[in-house]
């Protein structure tokens, strides 16, 4: 298996890239509310990311018809925008992923329109703090099962399973790169780190059963059990002593 190591020119030119998917999301996320339709989220990305320079990395991948991915309370990810209007209470994962100077940055998370009910707070902050325990161990000499398994202790823990399905993945030239990031696993297993690499961290949290299936539109992922579910996105740099979030956020944590 091949892991790209990124040089420190790369890894500045990533920054930029992360930096503008950060401000995507936050933009979105800034317009989620009761009342508004999931396309008016897919137009501010769709501005944002224009006034950046930046194309959408998911438009077209493999035919995707948008340019974020916008999943509603019992979708996973995938989530095509369109017609839906969001509803107060609901539970909503903004994917956004950017192509800027040829380097891909890739964040998501996940907000309630309006005000949760303590079990949506409670998702929401699992898929964070399972996201933030991956973090944590990002650097030189761990293991992908080391990610892989603090997602899951974190996420099961709170009395919530992970989606096995869908997978963070390494990140650069390509959207998608080696290595496969599962949000379930066992320490000391998979490839090993090496400071430099550029990964994507994603878990997806369900609030029930871990099984998910996709619906006929081919794209939206979604519980089988109608549980809700969250999304918690990062692209990082493996470090020698921590990793460097590229997507960070500046806006507020809404949960
Ligand atoms: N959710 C995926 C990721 O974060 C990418 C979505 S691809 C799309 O890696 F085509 F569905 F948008
Ligand atoms: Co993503
Ligand atoms: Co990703």
Not at 74 to 80: A, L, M
């Amino acid at each position: 298996m091949k892991i790209a190591i990124k040089t420190a020119a790369e890894i500045a030119a990533m920054r930029t890239s992360g930096r503008v998917a950060a401000r995507v999301l936050e933009a979105v996320c800034r317009r989620v509310r009761p009342g508004a339709t999931t396309r008016e989220l897919e137009e501010a990305a769709r501005e944002e990311m224009a006034r950046a320079g930046a194309v959408s990395a998911f438009f077209g991948y493999r035919g995707y018809p948008a340019h974020i991915c916008v999943s509603v309370n019992d979708e996973v990810v995938h989530g095509i925008p369109g017609d839906r209007t969001i509803a107060a209470g609901d539970v909503v994962s903004i994917d956004c992923g950017v192509l800027l100077g040829g380097w891909y940055g890739d964040t998501a998370r996940t907000v309630v329109a309006g005000a949760g009910d303590p079990t949506a707070l409670r998702l929401i902050r699992a898929a964070e703090d399972a996201l933030a325990a991956a973090v944590a161990r990002a650097v030189e000499g761990a293991h992908v099962g080391d990610l892989s398994a603090a997602v899951q202790r974190t996420v099961e823990a709170a009395g919530f399973s992970v989606v096995r399905e869908f997978v963070g993945h390494g990140i650069g030239r390509g959207l998608h790169e080696e290595p496969q990031v599962p949000n379930f696993g066992e320490p000391g297993q998979g490839p090993r780190l090496c400071a430099g690499m550029t990964l994507a961290i994603e878990p997806m949290v369900n609030e029930r059963g871990s099984e998910v299936r996709v619906d006929p539109d081919g794209w939206t992922v979604r519980t089988c059990d109608g549980g809700r579910s969250a999304h918690a996105e990062h692209t990082l740099v493996v470090g020698r002593d921590a990793a460097e979030v590229l997507t960070e956020r500046d806006g507020p944590d809404v949960v």
